[in-house]
Each structure stands twice: as structure tokens, then as C-alpha cells.
């Protein structure tokens, strides 16, 4: 059964620190891994995407320098260090999986599979 299971969001001034978590349910070696940010009335935009095959990471423009992605192998789980949290990051963030890793589409939400159900990160 295929599953994956966000947890780590939770509401931060402004400046502060949070680090979210992806749980998978199976090994995601050679999977693409992403997290996905969405506000209300706006669609999925990619905020960072992970291939473990090479490792190759990719990061939005706007977290570049503040958010780092990471994955730890043994336990299936994909991270987001989010650091100097800024009021525009506020939304629901998805953990998302798919087999391909086409560089182009990695911050695409279209070619991702499977989806956790998200875990809300508010700034003020």
C-alpha cells in the first residue's frame, strides 16, 4: 500500500525554523520525491525535489539559500529544513512521489503520482 505520511508543520513568526517530514511506506531509492506548497486559489508550485538515484537536489528560486531537502535511506522519510521563514510561506505542503526524474519536471506537481495529504505551515 502505498503511502505517505507529512508531519512537522505548525505555525512560526517570522525568521524562525521548521522542518517538516515525509514518511513513505515503501523504499523510495530511485524514486523522485518533491515538496509542493498550496495556498488557497492557487495551484501546487514545487518547492523542492530530490532524486536519490544521483542524489540530485531541486529547489524553487524563492526557498533557495533558506530551505534544504533531505532523505534518510533506512527510513524512508524525506525532510524540509525550512529556515528565515518569511510570511509568504504560508500554505498547505505536500509530499509527493513519482519513478521518473526528468530535470526539467522535477518541480512539476502534474508528473507526481502519489501524494501525502499535507501539513499546514503558517508565518506571521
Known amino acids: 500500500h502505498v503511502q505517505l505520511v507529512e508531519s512537522g508543520g505548525g505555525s512560526m513568526q517570522a525568521g524562525g525554523s521548521l522542518t517538516l517530514a515525509c514518511a513513505a511506506s515503501?523504499?523510495?531509492?530511485?524514486?523522485?520525491m518533491a515538496w509542493f506548497r498550496q495556498t488557497p486559489g492557487q495551484e501546487r508550485e514545487g518547492v523542492a525535489a530530490?532524486?536519490?538515484?544521483?542524489?540530485?537536489?531541486y529547489y524553487a528560486d524563492w526557498v533557495k539559500g533558506r530551505f534544504t531537502m533531505s532523505q534518510d535511506a533506512d527510513k524512508n522519510t524525506l525532510y524540509l529544513q525550512m529556515n528565515s521563514l518569511k510570511p509568504d510561506d504560508t500554505g498547505m505542503y505536500y509530499c509527493?512521489?513519482?519513478?521518473?526524474?526528468?530535470?526539467?519536471?522535477?518541480?512539476?506537481?502534474?508528473?507526481?503520482?502519489?501524494w501525502g495529504q499535507g501539513t499546514q505551515v503558517t508565518v506571521s
Open positions: 509527493a512521489a513519482k519513478r521518473e526524474a526528468i530535470p526539467a519536471t522535477m518541480l512539476d506537481a502534474s508528473g507526481y503520482n502519489y
Open positions: 515503501w523504499n523510495t531509492y530511485s524514486w523522485s
Open positions: 530530490i532524486f536519490s538515484g544521483g542524489p540530485y537536489t
